[in-house]
């Protein structure tokens, strides 16, 4: 950064007579004479042109100070096409391809409220064949435009663009956009260096400034974020199954609405494909800056998963982005294959915390990992979302699970205490207690499941005696109990959360259900069959690596085999929905459904019930899986 100070010469008369004399060199009370940028470095949503708020630390940046642009992805006025001639679907790359960023228009309302403002000081002083030059520097080059705003409204700046002298005397307002999210900081970072140059025109020395700027970071929702809107899909189709999935979403929407969330369902269409898990195939982000008056504005983000195979991921550029909305998917790369730990139920954020010297303020991100053969979710996933500074993905260990989805067995809850939130975890051990106590208590006949059964669905037949009594079921929550203390073990240590903040909801798991007597699972739509089978990838992916025995690496995967209670909804501080129970009843009540109100209401959680054991809870599934919230994003991510 270089600004030059003004001096001038003033004749003084002095005492000793009519002697004229100049006096000593003098700060003008005009404008400095010397290129000066501005941006909004403070984030209160101001360009200061006449202090120096702005000033400081404009050549650099960090989490809590620094000018902040949007990569302006979204599609203000819906000219965005899902179709190309003759009605064909668009493919993937061309579908994600378009933007507000893809042209070189300001593109929505008057306001551009999609740009990040910049503004020199006025030089009043100068001359009238002074120009400036102003150009983004580095690699921003590439991924920013720059605008200047003109009588005839916002102008996109080209090489060949000058300032004109009248209007470095008024003062110039600029507007910077970003065309991408951050995919790699090793490629780039998000900076973005403006500079300007003053050419006095008069011989004298050209003068310059710059000021750093940065990406907003792309974001994901935490439980204390308000819930504004639920998304599902929307099976259409005469058959049974989808009849009782449209019932599902229907008593949803009630559900929603008790809860005091007044916006309607966004609803998917996507029934060719099937695919009725809401919560896979995306996952909604965010992206904000300071506004006016420091409040944050910006658009929501919505992250297609990376399984390029699954066609309903299409719907975050079919359905969704719009105004104030955009889209991002990852490229694979030649020879990446996908799997079930790329769905986005496999992503769940902690809310902000800091501990040992580490802070996130904006929350960090939890993926499942396939730790016995070495499978992670995809790396192109995993470098975007670390590349953003902010929530760098811990991985948790998902092997023992069929899905393996970390939103299977953890969950995080608002809660009225100083950290804000709790830890919620399925608990294999409490859902044994449960059965063992009832057997105790004289009522090993009761069956298992209080499901009725319905034309499509055959009610279960086995009994709580006969649950005791299966080796498999046992061994199979000794396990669960196993890796999901060893997956707290890691969650404490990395947030520094005790056992009085952990919440235990009880739980079963199980490798298949009873049916007719054996431990072999035969669902429809299943989680699992709406990408690549996890079991296949974990093999396949073991035989690429030459690791011996691949196939027997993960001899027991899992999923729930009581409706997963920690798999719900959180939809308001004080609210949460989980999927009904169906557990045993013992004297006119569901143990089950009596031990998971009780858990809740002492973590402050009001708790309804909504029942998914047909459409969701067969397939390896529950409500939170087949349902997707977008939240509010009115918090500044920059301040704790």
């Avoid at 992250?303 to 104030?324: C, H, K, M, N, Y």
């Avoid at 002492?602 to 029942?611: E, K, Q």
Wanted: some cysteine.
């Amino acid at each position: 950064m270089r600004k030059t100070l003004a001096v001038r010469t003033v004749l003084a008369i002095t005492l000793a007579g009519a002697t004229l004399v100049p006096a000593a060199p003098a700060f003008a009370d005009d404008p400095p004479a010397g290129a000066d940028l501005r941006a909004d470095v403070d984030r209160d949503g101001n360009v200061d042109v006449a202090g120096d708020t702005d000033n400081a630390g404009e050549d650099g940046w960090n989490t809590a100070r620094g000018a902040v642009f949007l990569p302006n992805i979204d599609d203000d006025t819906k000219r965005c096409k899902s179709t190309g001639p003759g009605g064909r679907r668009l493919s993937d790359a061309k579908l994600a391809k378009c933007n507000d960023a893809a042209d070189t228009k300001v593109n929505g309302t008057a306001d551009a409220a999609d740009l990040a403002r910049l503004r020199t000081v006025a030089m009043s002083a100068l001359g009238d064949g002074a120009t400036g030059i102003v150009k983004v520097t580095g690699a921003g080059a590439k991924y920013t435009r720059l605008f200047v705003k003109r009588a005839g409204g916002w102008t996109v700046v080209k090489p060949t663009t000058r300032l004109s002298a009248g209007e470095l005397r008024d003062g110039v307002e600029l507007g910077i956009e970003g065309k991408d999210v951050v995919r790699d900081k090793a490629v780039w970072d998000g900076t973005a260096v403006v500079s300007l140059k003053v050419s006095p025109g008069d011989g004298g020395a050209a003068t310059t400034d710059s000021v750093t700027l940065h990406a907003a970071p792309l974001l994901t929702h935490h439980h204390l974020q308000q819930t504004q809107r639920v998304l599902v899909t929307e099976l259409r189709g005469n058959s049974g199954y989808e009849r009782t999935q449209r019932k599902f979403v229907k008593t949803l929407e009630r559900r929603v609405a008790q809860a005091g969330i007044s916006t309607p369902l966004v609803k998917f269409k996507n029934s060719a494909e099937g695919d009725i898990w809401a919560q896979d195939f995306l996952e909604p982000g965010y992206v904000t800056m300071a506004g006016p008056g420091g409040t944050p504005q910006g658009m929501r983000v919505m992250i297609r998963s990376a399984q390029p195979d699954r066609p309903a991921g299409r719907e975050v550029f079919e359905t969704l982005r719009g105004r104030d909305v955009g889209g991002v998917q990852v490229k694979l790369g030649r020879g990446v294959q996908s799997s079930t730990l790329d769905s986005m139920g496999n992503l769940e954020t902690i809310p902000p915390y800091a501990h040992n010297g580490r802070s996130y303020p904006a929350g960090r991100i939890i993926m499942g990992e396939q730790k016995n053969v070495h499978l992670k979710p995809v790396k192109a996933m995993r470098t975007m979302l670390a590349s953003q500074g902010m929530q760098n993905p811990l991985l948790l260990d998902t092997s023992w699970l069929h899905v393996g989805h970390v939103d299977e067995f953890v969950q995080f809850l608002p809660a009225d205490t100083p950290r804000g939130w709790r830890i919620a975890v399925a608990d294999p051990d409490a859902g044994m207690r449960l059965l063992k106590d009832a057997k105790a208590a004289g009522h090993g006949s009761a069956k298992m499941f209080s499901f009725k059964g319905t034309a499509d669905t055959p009610a279960p037949r086995e009994t709580i005696n006969q649950v005791l009594a299966n080796r498999k079921i046992v061994a199979d929550n000794a396990l669960a109990a196993r890796r999901i203390a060893a997956n707290l073990k890691t969650l404490k240590r990395e947030t520094g959360v005790t056992d009085a903040e952990v919440v235990r909801v009880p739980a079963l798991f199980t490798r298949g259900s009873f049916e007719g007597g054996d431990l072999t699972r035969t669902p429809r739509l299943t989680r699992l069959g709406a990408s690549a089978g996890a079991l296949d990838a974990v093999r396949e992916y073991g035989q690429q690596r030459n690791l011996r025995g691949a196939a027997a690496a993960a001899p027991v995967m899992t999923s729930a085999y009581i409706p997963g209670a920690v798999n719900g909804v959180v939809l308001g501080k004080d609210r949460y929905l989980a999927p009904k129970q169906w557990g045993p009843v013992i004297g006119g009540k569901d143990i089950f459904t009596e031990a998971v109100n009780s858990v809740y209401r002492s973590a402050g959680m009001r708790i309804s019930y909504i029942d998914d054991y047909e459409t969701y809870h067969l397939g390896m599934g529950e409500v939170h899986c087949g349902t997707n919230t977008l939240r509010d994003i009115s918090s500044p991510w920059w301040k704790r």
